[in-house]
């Protein structure tokens, strides 16, 4: 997946698969807080591989706040 994001007068190309840290279902956002952009294995891992659920509660600890 490609897609970008804008920044203002500056705007990122990117490449992988974006993914909500607090999903939608949880009360998570939209924002660009509660996103984080995934190469297809690392989301993969996120959601069914065993222990992706901890790893998702690390990302929270170490996200852009």
Request: proline share 3%; aromatic share 6%.
């Amino acid at each position: 997946t490609t897609g970008t994001v804008d920044f203002g007068s500056d705007t990122l190309a990117i490449w992988g698969i974006p993914d909500h840290l607090i999903p939608l279902g949880a009360k998570g956002s939209d924002d660009v807080r509660n996103l984080i952009i995934l190469c297809t294995d690392c989301h993969r891992f996120l959601h069914y591989g065993e222990g992706g659920a901890k790893a998702t509660e690390r990302l929270l600890t170490v996200r852009v706040r």
